[in-house]
């Protein structure tokens, strides 16, 4: 009796761990699905307007939620989650993005990954690399490149991950085009941003395993 009572808490304490290290993502439709834009199509958004939780930043321009079943020029555009995608190029092809401000805890330590899409196509309008340039409240953090899809006419997506330190109780987290001006697609999707679990909080949990199972 004590021993299952034990076996329960333990349980209890492991199911606790376990979604602990299933955080939440702190950023809001990390998947650009709202608003929905329509089948096959796509929706532009300008410097300053809301695209859900999420606001045009940047330069003066356009970005757009993209249907994943949209084609162009016998190009495919699938998304990496969902039915949606956001082209960070829209038709401006100009160095605009989109940002989201978070709750953080000053000093905290964040993973942040997300996926760049990108389709190969020289002398064509969708340019051969997609390059994002990530900042944390304004301060570049990373530039991400995709040269992926040589050899298929469907965008092809790769994964990127950083780890982002708060500045405080707020964070904002920025994706902006970086693709030269004759490059009309640049593909950004599945965004995440979740707590790292604590160094402390991990040790804490054999030490808890051993003392329950005496
Ligand atoms: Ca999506």
Known sequence: M???MRAGLLAAV?????????AANLLKDGSFEKPTVPVG??????TGQKIGPWTVVGATGNVAP?????????????ARSG?????????SNTATGVSQTVATISGGLYDLTFYVGNVVNPGGIFGTTSTVKVFVDGVLLMTA??????HTTKQVWKKFSATVTANGATTTIAFLNGDPPNDTECGLDAVSMVPQVA????SLEPALFEDLAK
Do not use: C, I, M
């Open 2 to 4: 004590r021993r299952s």
């Open 14 to 22: 492991l199911g606790l761990a376990g979604s602990e290290a299933k």
């Open 41 to 46: 199509g796509y929706t532009l958004f300008a």
């Open 66 to 78: 993209v249907s994943g079943t949209f084609t162009q020029n016998g190009f495919t555009f699938p």
């Open 83 to 91: 039915k949606q995608w956001l082209d960070l190029t829209g038709n």
């Open 145 to 150: 490149v995709n040269t992926s899809g040589a």
């Open 199 to 202: 160094a402390a909080d991990e």
